[in-house]
């Protein structure tokens, strides 16, 4: 199998440069990343146009992030790239921790079966940006991706944002009313408004590699604290596609990153752990790893996503993951707000729902990361102590830390959601999937949810006199049971569906596929209020 | 249900995480004889708060080991 064969994308002339009459998008995006690839991808499914500006013209220079969690997935799913994601990567769901020379305990992620994406697939992130790219092709006049157009400044005004772009052409001026600063985790856009990043930086360096090699080890995480082969510090190996493995190493804070990352120098580091020399490196690079994130993701008409507005240390896979659940939360507010359909206010619970994804996935991996490198002798000790008592005791395996893995984030008790009255799914949480029928096909449940908002009854069907607009999705033991209101009747193929929502529930669900509001046998203006809150028209 | 699994029974489920940052938490700054008297106090208190001998003869063992 090849490596990697890097295509650069082509250069156009910006329309600007060629003498266009400049006008106002609706929506231009700094940085193509995973982020800003995705969030092009979701507004054009949702009918508005953006302008994608990326500085470079290649995918991602190593892999970078590999691993995408279930969550993520179907988002991806819904973006139209989730499948050949899952077709081309690994799927895994078991962990492996060892110390020193034992095994200590495994964990396998989802034991629960009736999901049409697994726990998690490892990807190289090259591969996620090339899929996405081509995607955005799917959308040629939504979609304007302008490759080494850089962004060099940015002024923004109550309806809007200029940005200064300099491009091999020259340099000009695009206007948009809305600015998506997707330009990673250095973010110049950050910069350029003078905004702080706060938070921790770790010490410790970790070395991280690519390599390419004929091996069957199994499709699963191996985490050692403190292996024979590295002693006293910290070692991760997963499998990538293409019969590529990630190696992590624990250095130290002492270490030279010039230096580790010679390959004179990494390369007995890898024989080391595998055993052997028959390999390739593929890619080296030396990090130092920080949890930090913007106080507000909302600054008027810029707002930040992905690495831009918050960094995660790679323990527990959060950094790209949480992006994307960034972009689902965003893309349709956006589309709402400049289709006229919601108040601009709406974009204000963009900040208050992904500010809690971010605490979540900073405070986790903090948590990892300070496991790994304790601080003081006496920190040492509690850690050694939990790994010892890990080999006969269930608490101390729950104990150890090598990365809680990301997680769907709720959004249970924040201001558009409506607080349950039904038992069941608790509203905020992100729909679980399940099997289906539609017309004698089978098919899964989140793959009738995620254009707009949408009412689903549980084996029942909704009071009459429902908001206009909100079209109806029953689902029934058997279809012959549903009502006339329904757009769509399902079948509950497994009965799986009434043993997650509920039977009997209805439940409001939002374009991201996050429950707004749940009922039992309400009335039609119990609905429309939740519906009117869920999209910020009140509260 | 033999003691030794009873002992090592988990009890804090993903409360766990959040303990074990409040002691990391509490120990930050000290010195290392600082840090092993806060763990003596903390031995104490917790003792008190299990109240029940055989269970702290178990828990003495499994340390121990
Ligand atoms: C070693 C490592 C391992 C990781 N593993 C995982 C993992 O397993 N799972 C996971 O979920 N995450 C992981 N991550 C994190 C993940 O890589 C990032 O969270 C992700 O890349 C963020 O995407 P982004 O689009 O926000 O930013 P980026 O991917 O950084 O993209 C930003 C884009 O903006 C462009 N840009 C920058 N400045 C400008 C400008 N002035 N004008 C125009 N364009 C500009 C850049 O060229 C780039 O294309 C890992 C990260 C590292 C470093």
């Not at chain 1, 052409?169 to 985790?185: K, N």
């Amino acid at each position: 199998m090849p490596r990697y064969a890097y295509q650069p994308f082509p250069y156009k002339k910006p329309p600007e440069l060629d003498g266009a009459v400049a006008r106002q998008y609706p929506v231009a995006i700094a940085g193509a990343g995973p982020v800003g690839l995705s969030m092009a991808v979701d507004l054009a499914l949702r009918g508005v146009p953006s302008v994608v500006l990326d500085d470079n013209d290649v995918v991602s220079l190593g892999s970078r992030a590999i691993c995408w969690s279930k969550r993520t997935l179907e988002i991806f799913d819904r973006l139209g790239i989730g499948e050949r994601m899952v077709a081309k990567g690994i799927t895994w769901k078991v962990g492996r921790l060892f110390h020193r020379d034992r095994e200590v305990w495994s964990f396998d992620l989802l034991p629960e079966e009736g999901h049409k994406m697994p726990a998690f697939i490892n990807l190289q992130q090259y591969y996620v940006e090339q899929y996405l790219v081509e995607r955005c092709a799917d959308f040629p006049d939504l979609i304007d991706l302008r490759w080494k157009n850089r962004v060099n400044g940015v002024r923004s005004h109550h309806t809007g944002a200029r940005l200064a772009v300099e491009a091999p052409g020259g340099a000009y001026h695009l206007d948009a009313a809305w600015v998506i600063a997707c330009d990673g985790a250095r973010s110049p856009m950050r910069s350029f408004m003078g905004l702080d990043f706060e938070g921790r930086v770790f010490e410790e360096r970790f070395l991280i590699a690519d390599v390419e090699m004929r091996a069957d080890f199994p499709s699963e995480r191996w985490f050692w604290f403190e292996p024979p082969f590295h002693p006293g510090q910290s070692a991760l190996l997963h499998k990538q596609p293409d019969n590529i493995y990630r190696i992590d190493l624990q250095l130290g804070p002492d270490a030279d990153p010039d230096q580790e990352k010679r390959h004179e120098n990494v390369i007995p580091r890898i024989e080391k752990i595998i055993g052997h020399g028959d390999f390739e490196l593929d890619w080296v690079s030396v990090y130092m790893f920080q949890c930090r994130r913007l106080e507000r993701f909302v600054h008027g008409r810029v707002v930040f996503a992905g690495d831009s507005a918050h960094i995660v240390s790679p323990f527990g896979a959060r950094g790209g993951n949480g992006g994307i659940q960034d972009v689902d939360n965003l893309g349709w507010k956006l589309a709402l707000i400049v289709k006229g359909e919601a108040p601009e206010s709406l974009i204000e619970t963009y900040d208050e729902e992904r500010v809690r994804g971010a605490d979540e996935n900073i405070l986790n991996s903090s948590r990892s990361t300070s496991f790994m490198t304790p601080k003081s002798k006496m920190e040492k000790l509690f850690r050694d102590s939990v790994l010892d008592l890990a080999a006969d005791h269930e608490f101390a395996r729950r104990l150890v830390n090598s990365g809680r893995l990301s997680r769907p984030c709720s959004l249970e008790g924040l201001s558009l959601q409506t607080p349950g009255a039904a038992e069941g799914i608790a509203p905020g949480q992100a729909m679980p999937d399940a099997p289906v029928q539609c017309e004698g096909r089978p098919g899964w449940l989140l793959e009738y949810f995620g254009g707009g908002f949408a009412l689903m009854a549980v084996g029942c069907a909704p009071p009459p006199g429902l908001p206009a607009g909100l079209p109806v999705i029953e689902i029934w033991p058997d279809e012959n049971l549903a009502g006339a209101e329904a757009r769509i009747v399902l079948r509950d193929a497994e009965g799986l569906v009434a043993d997650r929502y509920g039977a009997g529930v209805i439940c409001l669900v939002r374009p991201d596929q996050h429950i707004a509001a749940t009922f039992v046998a309400p009335h039609a203006d119990e609905i429309a209020l939740a519906y009117a809150r869920a999209m910020g028209r009140e509260h | 249900m033999t003691d030794k699994d009873e002992i090592g029974r988990d009890r804090l489920d993903t409360a766990g995480d959040d303990f074990y940052a409040l002691l990391m938490q509490a120990h930050e700054g000290l010195s290392f004889e600082e840090s092993a008297r806060l763990n003596a106090r903390l031995v104490l208190l917790l003792a008190n708060r299990v109240g029940d001998l055989d269970a702290l003869r178990a828990a003495l063992a499994a340390a121990k080991k």
